[in-house]
């Protein structure tokens, strides 16, 4: 006669060595195809909510304005959703060169700023902004002037990137939320489950 301890192992083992019947595997196979499709609807639903709270245009570089006619006509003309963040410069001026550099970079990351750059000599104004005020930053929403900096790589150290950029401008509420990430957080999600 077998022990009650030696019969339960035997039991253990058969019960993990028997094959799965049909009814089991549609079962598991179910609950993942219900995984997906769940995974899917998320997708789907952050994607359309996406879409309507990024109404309006996409930009994604820097303008670069030839004119004063070019300058005020981009203020006027846009939606007044828009904010549009104008950088005034001069070649040779120090900080113009790394202020251009960290708002391309912006631009990418913010596609729903509208960033443009003009000479200070093409303004038409260029007695209003003589070299020891560059560079210069107007920001304008809805065709008002809403912020500017004088002299902004003053606020920055001698070295500075778009993440210093970035960061000064969202200390004054300047730029909007990043909308990308939220999307990419979602497929990183959706890779990490797969």
Known sequence: ??????????????????????????????????????????????QDMHQKLSFGPRYGFVYELETGEQFLETIEKEQKITTIVVHIYEDGIKGCDALNSSLTCLAAEYPIVKFCKIKASNTGAGDRFSLDV????????????????????????????????????????LLPEREVHALEHTKIEEEDIE
């Open 1 to 46: 006669m077998s022990s009650p301890q030696s019969r339960n192992g035997k039991d253990s083992k058969e019960r993990v060595s028997r094959k799965m019947s049909i009814q089991e595997y549609e079962l598991i196979h179910k609950e993942k195809e219900d995984e997906n499709c769940l995974r899917k609807y998320r997708r789907q639903c952050m």
């Open 134 to 173: 560059l560079p210069t930053l107007l920001i304008y929403k809805g065709g008002e002037l809403i912020s500017n900096f004088i002299s902004v790589a003053d606020q920055f150290a001698e070295e500075f990137f778009a993440g210093d950029v970035e960061s000064f401008l969202n200390e004054y509420g």
